[in-house]
């Protein structure tokens, strides 16, 4: 290899054109320490590519959790399993780890009346999976019908679609919510369809199967599209009382005890036992006051 000129002022400009922010950031604290230390020159290479490799990562995946427009605060250490004893962490935890079934295309069913942390849990699972490195995107099932419907009245809904097999995993929340007579849900199971063993599905329902009957047209396609949902699927049913409730009582018997306690308390009544204590006593020199009343003055006449 023949010599070559090589210009060290010139290496911000040249890391900014290979797209490397981390390196220009850390490579003068890295390149002292390198010297400092006496590395070899791979070692002092390899630690200035892993920290790009860890930057983009986490630039990834930021992006990818704003793309996904999942509820803010919703994770899995933040979620009560204490109130849904029938799932366990660590059958979700590893649920969320993606590997096993976003792979195959598998999909998840919960099931659960309102309030019984149906949304937590799949928005919990999506967070986890996009810091996985998998893409995710989140969305109420009657938004998604409205933007399919409209997409179909311009003749573009195999493209619209095609486009979300971007993401690995689609979260389809609150999908008893359509109803076939607010519009043409058909549009719902053509995606189901396109889905169906190659990209997974995550849907919220409150209402069993036996209800899907509202949703789709006919008869027909509410079996056909369950069928698809549940050949290659973990079902899960969170039959429990609204979390959401339980916690407004427990707020407002504690907010009922706090204005209690704040509320101002009346004076204790005086004790008359030590009130007669102190009064004064007569002494036997004293003349004492008969209690009968007096003879009245007799005049003559």
């Known amino acids: 290899m023949s010599r070559v000129e090589v210009d060290t002022a010139r290496l911000p400009l040249l890391l900014g054109e290979l797209r490397l922010p981390a390196i220009a950031r850390f490579w003068p604290e890295i390149a002292e320490r ?10 002092f290479l390899a630690t200035l590519a892993e920290l790009e490799v860890a930057e983009r990562t986490q630039r990834r995946i930021e992006r990818h959790l704003v793309e996904a427009h999942l509820p803010p605060d919703k994770t899995l250490d933040g979620f009560d399993f204490s109130h849904v004893p029938m799932l366990s962490r660590a059958r979700v935890t590893a649920i969320a780890s993606g590997d096993a079934w976003l792979a195959k295309g598998d999909n998840l069913l919960l099931f659960g009346p309102p309030g019984s942390g149906k949304t937590h849990i799949a928005a919990a ?91 789709f047209p006919d008869p027909a396609m509410t ?38 306690d704040n509320q101002p308390k009346d004076p204790p009544e005086p004790d008359r036992q030590a009130q007669t204590a102190n009064l004064p006593l007569a002494s036997d020199n004293q003349p004492r006051q008969s209690s009968l009343p007096s003879a009245p003055n007799h005049h003559p006449d």
């Open 34 to 43: 390198s010297g400092r230390e006496g590395w070899p020159a791979v070692r």
């Open 125 to 215: 699972i999506g967070r986890a999976l996009i810091e996985g490195g998998y893409r995710v995107l989140f969305t109420r099932t009657t938004d998604l019908v409205q933007r399919l419907q409209a997409a179909r009245q311009q003749l573009i809904l195999e493209a619209a679609i095609t486009k979300l097999d971007r993401y690995d995993l689609l979260v389809l929340d609150d999908l008893s919510y359509v109803r076939k007579d607010q519009a043409e849900t058909s549009v719902l199971f053509e995606l189901i369809g396109r889905r169906y063993e190659r990209r997974s599905m995550l849907i919220t329902a409150n209402q069993p199967f036996a209800e899907w009957n509202k949703v």
């Open 223 to 260: 079996i056909a599209a369950v069928d698809r949902l549940v050949h290659h699927a973990v079902v899960v049913e969170m039959n429990v009382d609204s979390y959401r409730q339980k916690a407004a009582i427990i707020r407002k018997a504690r907010a009922a005890t706090i204005k209690r």
